[in-house]
């Protein structure tokens, strides 16, 4: 949380001045490690909880179709 | 257009995972040889005259060699026949088709827990052919809703060893 103080030296600060601004990155800068570890973490479980429902609750289950 | 790794990466797995879903399936059906109910190609039943004329005037089970019944069973509001007033014995370990129809309304043939699942249709007949490993009792519902005592339709499939067969209630050819 921004306290008052630097929220007065932010506004009081020139153009050009970095302290207290957020820095500009490049696109490629970027780099959302937390946010791929989340996705792929639901990917892996989307794709294993996909498998087991189509082996262990569909297709294994005794007696099914065979022609 | 500028793309992002990441952003790459991400659209990457999504086509991945689609990808997967289908090769899931594919694999199911080749490599595992999964079947699903089908229609007898060209054979359809006039559901006003169904339960007077054809095999499904006596539903019931065939014989059509020592490892092949077959079972003719009629969906309707709202039991299974046979299945429904007395339970449907059949034997373990043995080859069994199922053709059914419907002479009302759309119905459904569930084993619950199995993999056996098929609709019932008025005018086709579905056939599908199964193997139950085991002597137990499994229930029948109808998973199509079909009228004021759908709740009510159910029936049992009493399993039982080969050797306890009771040949005598058979329809015969």
């Known amino acids: 949380m921004p306290t008052d103080e630097s929220d007065a030296s932010t506004d009081g600060a020139a153009a050009g001045d970095d302290s207290g601004k957020a820095r500009d990155i490049s696109l490629d800068e970027f780099q959302p490690y937390g946010t791929l570890a989340v996705t792929g973490a639901y990917f892996i479980l989307l794709l294993v909880l996909y498998a087991l429902l189509y082996f262990v609750e569909f297709a294994t289950h005794a007696p099914h179709i065979i022609e | 257009m500028h793309v992002h790794r990441f952003e790459k990466l991400w659209i990457g797995l999504s086509l991945l995972l689609i990808a ?60 299974f026949r046979p299945g429904s007033t007395r339970p449907l014995t059949l034997p ?9 129809t419907s002479p009302d309304v759309m119905h459904g043939f569930e084993v619950p827990g199995s993999g056996l699942n098929s609709t019932v249709i008025p005018g086709q007949v579905a056939t599908f052919t199964t193997r139950f490993p085991e002597a137990k009792s499994y229930g029948i519902i109808c998973h199509q809703y079909c009228g004021s005592a759908h709740h009510n339709m159910q029936g049992e499939i009493k399993v039982v060893p080969p050797s306890e067969f009771d040949e005598s209630n058979l329809i015969s050819q």
Do not use: C, W
């Not at chain 2, 879903?21 to 040889?33: A, Q, S």
């Not at chain 2, 060699?65 to 009629?74: A, G, I, K």
């Not at chain 2, 373990?92 to 199922?98: N, Q, R, V």
């Open chain 2, 92 to 100: 373990a370990d043995t080859k069994i088709t199922f053709h059914m």
């Open chain 2, 20 to 79: 997967a879903f289908i090769g899931i399936v594919l694999f199911g059906f080749t490599v595992m040889n999964l079947k699903v109910p089908g229609v007898e190609t060209g054979e359809t039943v006039d559901p006003a005259t169904v339960l007077s004329e054809g095999p499904f005037a006596k539903p019931g089970v065939r014989k059509i060699s020592d490892d092949h019944y077959e079972v003719y069973m009629l969906a309707q509001q709202f039991i």
